[in-house]
Nanobody, 127 residues
Framework: QVQLVESGGGLVQPGGSLRLSCAAS????????LGWFRQAPGKEREGVSC????????YYADSVKGRFTISRDNAKKTVYLQMNRLKPEDTAVYFC????????????????????WGKGTLVTVYS
């Protein structure tokens, strides 16, 4: 059974940091690209960051570049999202998702194409 379980969300003040984790199981994680998406209240879901299966490629939404860092530990079957200098506009439910790509160096921030999704973890940045 495929599972993606996010953790690490919570309340934080502007300028603060959080580290999200997503534990994967039930599929060969080593061969899958992994991504983080988010959905703010009243807004559509958007891609935040992704990392290729080979760990050689990462992408970031312009809104988080320079503040967020994605990484993965295949031995632990976990993907992380380090979020620094958080802003109120980062408030959202953050979802982990995965997709198999033939090219192990490829990933994309297209939520329509993802194979599996976690249930999300809430991040609230408040003043």
């Amino acid at each position: 059974q495929v599972q993606l379980v996010e953790s690490g969300g919570g309340l934080v003040q502007p300028g603060g940091s959080l580290r999200l984790s997503c534990a994967a199981s039930g599929f060969p994680v080593d061969f899958y690209g992994l991504g983080w998406f988010r959905q703010a209240p009243g807004k559509e879901r958007e891609g935040v960051s992704c990392i290729s299966a080979s760990d050689g490629t990462t992408y970031y939404a312009d809104s988080v570049k320079g503040r967020f860092t994605i990484s993965r530990d295949n031995a632990k079957k976990t993907v992380y999202l380090q979020m620094n200098r958080l802003k109120p506009e980062d408030t959202a439910v953050y979802f982990c998702a995965t997709r198999y790509y033939d090219d192990s160096l490829y990933c994309e921030l297209d939520d329509a194409g993802m194979d599996y999704w976690g249930k999300g973890t809430l991040v609230t940045v408040y003043s």
